[in-house]
């Protein structure tokens, strides 16, 4: 009889039971402290009845010695071995004619013993069936393996209430040993995201959220969050009737880790510097040397993944693996005590900047929305490099040169916020490297950043920084990229006259520079848009939009179809500029581009909407619209802001106050 409640798991126990009836083998396959044995007890138990013979529970964790497992099994059968006999022929003669499933729990230290011991049983008894828990498989035929997975929790980003949050399995572990720790626990809508967080960094497996659980007694969950960056001091003193490396969550992977073969533990320590996994490919650049050789690796890492302390998702075109976090923790630990850290991180750092300058150069260009796809599974490794790199003198300027590669991305797909915060530090922290190109590169991603984030000042300083030390150094190229984007930006805070000006010298400058004049006339259009000069923009923006179409520049050709919708709308051809929005639109998700995809989605509809008079339907956009600002942390650039208050001026008026918050609110939602 269990004293605590089973919590969730109910697809995984109804596939298990299935599965049971399917092979005669099973294997439930998971690192330690996944719950691998609360699951065995709960099938046990569901099945009891269907077989006549009994279910019988065979606990290994204790044995030392392979040569027991046999006579294990018997004295749990209350078999007695007889004299001068192998015990495996006696369980064979007892077992024969019986219809009964034996559990064999914790089998990973005894692999070898209990792949013999079960292959001959399975073999000369039809009636046995063997459900097994273990790190690795056994490895004899007809086994099949279900790989436990970790408790169900929110999408990453998800905000959640506290009903929706008990709604997933690890939240609601989580709550309900903590419970049991302290009856002033409760789940509100106040703490609902910290708790998930918790969980998501516990990767969602049972003995640590037990074990974290536990620490409520004497914590917030607020302060538990904090302190979980260190999870191996916090995860202890769990119960004291359990197995002493189920205790803590150190010695859960110390077990692990002290069965590996000595190659196997250094491959293991050196993964920890991937953050949010790795391709194959990866791990052979940064992690071999004369140790753990090129050709080693897939084997290692196959061996890895075989004992759960490495996971691979083999759903993408090219396998991913990963470390759960607590792994990842553990590893780093012991790569810091190899005194190997600093080597290994340099060489993932380099390996990143690999990456970033050859996908920097196809981000903008036909098969973008592949690139950035790239740069979004690889970002939180780019985040690890960068952070590392920042923190030295010795590789400040690094930093700043994958920064460089990176911040198209970070514009493209909306991470404002994090451009914003990464570039001033990498910045401070190259300032003694002098006025070099890739200073100025820096300045002009940081100045985007606070352009999107409505600190135009700044924005303007940075941008004239950049083109005055791109003037300086005297490179054609640079200096008409700062006149690119600072003419961009003067668009955006309403200064044409000066934006047209700047421009006009990029177009001149594109005469001589290969692949700029689409750029050039695009920006240039734009400002003669909003300047009212419709047929000058046309000109420009066609000019544009025929060279990107040829380079299959999608986020540009969204952008130009924006500005000729606008400019359609204001003419009063509303079905015209409607048919642009909407192939903007299209191109935008196609390519998942955030940049100006706040502006052409909702806000251009709903102008349009308000244009036909279809109050509630525009009053309902802007609110979406309002909303996608706020989760950008994108205010409204000034060059729209007198349009947009008077457009919510007339909505309030048409619809009254209550009904034009009523539609605002749906919008937002």
Not at 141 to 158: C, F, I, K, M
Not at 358 to 374: P, Q, T, V, W
Request: charged fraction near 25%; hydrophobic fraction near 45%.
């Amino acid at each position: 009889q269990q004293l605590t409640s089973f919590v969730g798991r109910g697809k995984v126990v109804a596939d298990l039971k299935r599965l049971l009836f399917e092979a005669r083998l099973l294997m439930l396959l998971g690192p330690g402290g996944a719950g691998k044995t609360r699951l065995s007890i709960q099938v046990a138990t569901e099945v009891l009845n269907e077989f006549p013979g009994g279910v019988w529970w065979i606990e290994l964790a204790p044995l030392a010695d392979p040569a027991l497992v046999g006579q294990t099994v018997a004295a749990v059968l209350g078999i007695r071995e007889a004299g001068g006999r192998p015990v495996v022929e006696t369980l064979v003669d007892e077992l024969r004619h019986r219809q009964l499933l034996l559990i064999f729990d914790n089998c990973e230290h005894l692999v070898g013993a209990c792949a013999v011991l079960a292959n001959t049983l399975l073999r000369k008894c039809p009636g046995l069936r063997i459900l097994a828990s273990s790190r690795e498989r056994l490895g004899i035929d007809g086994e099949l393996h279900y790989r436990v997975p970790s408790l169900t929790l929110p999408a990453p980003g998800q905000t959640v209430t506290a009903a929706e949050a008990r709604e997933f399995e690890a939240v609601a572990l989580f709550c309900d040993r903590a419970r049991a720790a302290t009856s002033k626990f409760a789940l509100t809508d106040a703490n609902a995201d910290t708790v998930v967080s918790i969980c998501r960094r516990l990767d969602g497996i049972p003995l640590a959220l037990e074990l974290a659980a536990a620490r409520t007694r004497a914590l917030s969950v607020e302060e538990l969050e904090r302190r979980l960056d260190n999870c191996f001091k916090i995860l202890t003193g769990g119960n004291r009737s359990a197995l002493p490396r189920q205790q803590t969550l150190r010695a859960l992977i110390d077990w692990s880790y002290d069965m590996l073969k000595p190659p196997e533990k250094k491959l293991l320590s050196r993964l920890s510097v991937f953050a949010g996994g790795f391709e194959y490919d990866a791990a052979e650049q940064v992690c071999t040397d004369a140790e753990v050789e090129e050709f080693e690796i897939l084997d290692l890492l196959t061996s890895l993944v075989d004992k759960s302390l490495v996971v691979a998702d083999t759903e993408r075109e090219l396998t991913r693996y990963s470390l759960l976090e607590t792994v990842r923790q553990y590893a780093r630990d012991r790569l810091e005590e190899s005194g190997e850290s600093a080597i290994y991180r340099q060489r993932h750092l380099d390996a990143l900047r690999r990456f970033a300058a050859d996908a920097a150069d196809a981000i903008e260009g036909k098969g973008a929305a592949r690139c950035a796809d790239r740069y979004e599974i690889e970002h939180d490794n780019i985040r690890a490099a960068i952070d590392f790199a920042q923190s030295s003198p010795e590789t400040a300027g690094k930093a700043l040169e994958l920064a460089n590669n990176t911040w198209v991305f970070w514009y493209q797909r909306g991470y404002y916020r994090e451009l914003a915060a990464r570039m001033p530090a990498i910045l401070a922290a190259t300032e003694h490297m002098g006025q070099t190109e890739s200073r100025a590169t820096g300045l002009l991603a940081s100045a985007n950043a606070h352009l999107m984030r409505g600190d135009y000042e700044q924005a303007c300083r940075q941008f004239e920084e950049s083109l005055r030390i791109q003037r300086d150094l005297g490179a054609p190229l640079p200096v008409w990229r700062a006149l690119f984007n600072y003419g961009n930006a003067l668009n955006l805070v309403g200064k044409l006259t000066e934006a047209r000006s700047c421009l006009e010298e990029a177009l001149r400058m594109s005469a001589t520079i290969p692949k700029t004049e689409a750029g050039s006339h695009i920006n240039l259009g734009e400002t003669l848009a909003l300047m009212g000069d419709f047929a000058g923009a046309r000109a420009h923006l066609h000019e544009a939009l025929g060279r990107y179409q040829e380079s299959g520049n999608n986020s540009a050709i969204a952008e130009i179809e924006g500005f000729l919708g606008r400019m359609c709308q204001q003419e009063g051809g509303l079905d015209e500029a409607e048919v642009h929005y909407r192939r903007a639109l299209e191109l935008l998700r196609t390519d998942r581009f955030v940049g100006f995809g706040y502006f052409v989605g909702p806000y251009c509809f709903a102008q349009l909407a308000l244009a036909r008079r279809d109050f509630g339907r525009a009053a309902r956009l802007f609110g979406a619209h309002a909303m996608m600002r706020e989760r950008l942390g994108t205010p409204l650039p000034p060059v729209i802001r007198a349009e947009c208050a008077e457009a919510e001026a007339t909505l309030r008026a048409e619809l009254g106050v209550p009904q034009f918050q009523a539609e605002w609110k749906w919008g937002r939602a």
